[in-house]
C-alpha cells in the first residue's frame, strides 16, 4: 500500500512483554549468514541509481524510506457499482530503506488482473524478492483484482532492477509521468478534524496514514519498520459528488485490537472485506483488515474515527 511523507511523533509502544521481549532481540543485528554486505551498505546507498534501475525517481520519505508508484491508469475497475479511481489503492509500489543490517530492506505490492500473478511471482522470485501475501482488498470488483505483496533484502539495485522487469509483465504504464493532483472534492479540513489526521491527495482521492501505535521490527533486517513500510493504517475517500464518498483501505494492528476494530466498523455498517498478513518477519505480528462503504463523507469520518480509537490510533 501508498505510505505517508509526514508523521506527528508517535504513541508509546502498546506491544505486550512478550512480544517487547521479541522486539529487543530483534532489534540486534543479523548474524552474516543472514544476506550479503553490498557496497552500498557501507558507503550509503546511491538513491539515483536506484531510481534509474527501477525506471523511476525515487521519492524521500519520512524514516529515511524512498519510494516508488505507479497508478493502474490502463484499468476501468468498478466495485459494488463505483467506478474506482487508481488513487484507491489501484497500482503498485515499492519503498525502500538503507538501514538494513547487512544492505537495504524494500516491501512493495501491486495490483494484478489474474493473468498478471504468475508471471509477476515468478519473475520477483527470480531475482530473489520474496512473496509475503496474495489476496483480496475488495469484495465485488470488476474485472477481478488480486493484491501480490513483495520484499527484498540485500542490494537496493539489483531488487529495484527485479521489481521493474516482474512489472513489466503487465499492462501498469510505467512510463507514466507525475503531474499536478487533481483537487479532492471533499472539505478536506472537515474530514481532518474527525480523522484527527492530515489527508493527502492522491490522484483526487483523499488518504490518511495513521501509524500503528505498537514498535513493529522487521526480524530478518534487524530494524524496526518506519510507518511508510506498512506499519500505517491507509484510510481512502473518493468523492462522488454531493458530499458523499466511498471509503476503503485497511486498518494495520496487532492481534488484541483485530476484534473490537471489526465490532466498531460492523456496528457502523461497514462491510468487512478481508483480515490478512502483508509480511512474513514482523514482531509483534501485524493484521491488515479491509472495509467498505459509501455515504456522508463526515458521517464515514466519524465511523472509521471510531474503529482506529480501537486500534490505539493516536491523533496527530
Known amino acids: 500500500m501508498a505510505r505517508p511523507r509526514t508523521f506527528k511523533a508517535r504513541r508509546r ?25 553490498p557496497a552500498q551498505a557501507r558507503q550509503g546507498v546511491d538513491w539515483k541509481a536506484v531510481g534509474t534501475a527501477i525506471g523511476k525517481e525515487l521519492k524521500p520519505e519520512e524514516g529515511g524510506v524512498h519510494t516508488a508508484e505507479w497508478l493502474r491508469t490502463d484499468l476501468r475497475v468498478v466495485n459494488a457499482g463505483v467506478a474506482e479511481n487508481p488513487g484507491m489503492e489501484l497500482g503498485a509500489e515499492a519503498a525502500f530503506h538503507d538501514k538494513a ?27 530473489g524478492v520474496e512473496v509475503t501475501a496474495l489476496h483480496k482488498h475488495l469484495q465485488d470488483e470488476t474485472p477481478r483484482l488480486w493484491w501480490l505483496h513483495y520484499a527484498g533484502y540485500g542490494d537496493p539495485v539489483a531488487m529495484a532492477r527485479t521489481v521493474r522487469a516482474a512489472l513489466s509483465r503487465t499492462g501498469i504504464p510505467l512510463g507514466q509521468k507525475e503531474g499536478k493532483e487533481p483537487p479532492v472534492a471533499l472539505d478536506v479540513a472537515a474530514l481532518n478534524r474527525v480523522i484527527g489526521a492530515k ?60 476484534n473490537p476494530v471489526i465490532r466498531a466498523l460492523r456496528e457502523r455498517g461497514l462491510t468487512v472485506v478481508e483480515l490478512h498478513n502483508h509480511l512474513l518477519y514482523e514482531q509483534p505480528r501485524l493484521f491488515y483488515l479491509h472495509f467498505w462503504k459509501t455515504g456522508d463523507a463526515g ?12 486500534a490505539g490510533a493516536a491523533r496527530s
Open 13 to 37: 509502544s502498546l506491544a505486550r512483554p512478550a512480544a517487547a521481549a521479541a522486539v529487543a532481540a530483534a532489534l540486534a543485528v543479523p548474524s552474516g549468514a543472514a544476506f550479503a554486505q
Open 101 to 127: 543490517a547487512g544492505g537495504a530492506v524494500m516491501i512493495g505490492e501491486a495490483t494484478l488482473k489474474a493473468d498478471e500473478v504468475g508471471p509477476v511471482a515468478d519473475r520477483l522470485q527470480r531475482g
Open 199 to 258: 489527508g493527502e491527495d492522491e490522484n483526487g482521492v483523499l488518504q490518511y496514514h495513521v501509524p500503528v501505535a505498537a514498535k513493529i521490527v522487521d526480524t530478518r533486517a534487524g530494524i524496526r519498520l518506519p510507518a511508510p513500510m506498512e506499519a500505517s493504517t491507509l484510510l481512502m475517500f473518493q468523492p462522488l459528488g454531493g458530499g458523499r464518498a466511498a471509503v476503503n483501505g485497511d486498518f494495520t494492528m496487532t492481534a488484541e485490537h483485530v
Open 299 to 310: 458521517a464515514l469520518a466519524r465511523d472509521l474515527r471510531a474503529a482506529l480509537d480501537q
